[in-house]
C-alpha cells in the first residue's frame, strides 16, 4: 500500500503495507467483573454508604469505577479492612 508524504499512517489494527490486520489489544476485550455497589458493602459492613464512598476517595479501599459507578468486589474489601485493623 503506498503512502502519500504527508499523511498520517493508518490506525494501529489495519493493514499497513505487508503487515498483518493486528488482533484486537488486550484492553479492548471483554472482562467479567463481579463487583457490588458500594450500598451493598456498606448494607454487608453495617455502615453508611458515604463512608464507603470516602473510604473509596482515600484510597483505602480498592474498587472501580466505570464511569459514575463504583463497584468493589467484598473479598478485597474485607481483606483491606482487616490490614488496616478497622
Do not use: K, W
Amino acid at each position: 500500500m503506498a503512502r502519500l508524504r504527508g499523511v498520517e499512517p493508518l490506525a494501529r489494527g489495519f493493514e499497513v503495507g505487508d503487515q498483518p490486520v493486528h488482533e484486537a489489544p488486550d484492553a479492548s476485550r471483554s472482562v467479567t467483573f463481579r463487583g457490588v455497589t458500594a450500598a451493598a458493602v456498606s448494607q454487608r459492613l453495617g455502615v453508611n454508604r458515604e463512608t464507603i464512598y470516602r473510604l473509596c476517595a482515600r484510597g483505602e479501599l480498592p474498587h472501580l469505577r466505570v464511569g459514575s459507578s463504583l463497584r468493589l468486589l467484598l473479598a478485597d474489601v474485607i481483606a483491606s479492612l482487616a490490614r488496616s485493623g478497622s
